[in-house]
């Protein structure tokens, strides 16, 4: 009886740290390189958050364990751009997802002149 207490408690101890989620994580990063940090995440987080801001073509990255999803983009003056992910170390990158915006917007700003060019 006894070897099965010990099994049945020896199971649970692995089953829950099975469950709990790694994520990178970095604050105020210049660099996706510099967020190489892995943190085993708290039971209650089950999201990993990465929110990237940019000004001028400068990025700052944070990564962290989150209780909730909550993505979000804004982009006027500063561009900012959160995004998340459920499964163990899946914020690796995140910096891809800004740098298209950047194309977005020249092709927008490059369409923009080329109408003003022909009103003029």
Same mark, same amino acid.
């Given at each position: 009886?006894?070897?099965?207490?010990?099994?049945?408690?020896?199971?649970?101890?692995?089953?829950?740290?099975?469950?709990?989620?790694?994520?990178?994580?970095?604050?105020?990063?210049?660099?996706?390189?510099?967020?190489?940090?892995?943190?085993?995440?708290?039971?209650?987080? *089950?999201? %990993?958050? !990465?929110?990237?801001?940019?000004?001028? &073509?400068?990025?700052? =990255?944070?990564?962290?364990? @989150?209780?909730?999803?909550?993505?979000?983009?804004?982009?006027?003056?500063?561009?900012?751009?959160? *995004?998340? %992910?459920? !499964?163990?170390?899946?914020?690796?990158? &995140?910096?891809?997802? =800004?740098?298209?915006?950047? @194309?977005?917007?020249?092709?927008?700003?490059?369409?923009?002149?080329?109408?003003?060019?022909?009103?003029?």
């Amino acid at each position: 009886m006894a070897a099965y207490t010990s099994l049945l408690v020896l199971m649970v101890l692995c089953i829950a740290s099975a469950v709990s989620l790694k994520c990178y994580t970095c604050l105020l990063e210049p660099s996706n390189a510099n967020c190489t940090t892995v943190a085993t995440c708290d039971e209650n987080k *089950s999201f %990993c958050l !990465t929110t990237i801001a940019g000004l001028a &073509g400068n990025n700052l =990255i944070s990564k962290t364990c @989150n209780a909730n999803c909550q993505e979000s983009s804004f982009n006027f003056l500063i561009t900012a751009k959160s *995004s998340c %992910c459920s !499964t163990d170390l899946c914020n690796i990158s &995140g910096a891809s997802s =800004i740098k298209s915006k950047y @194309n977005v917007i020249a092709v927008a700003l490059g369409f923009l002149g080329a109408l003003m060019r022909q009103s003029i």
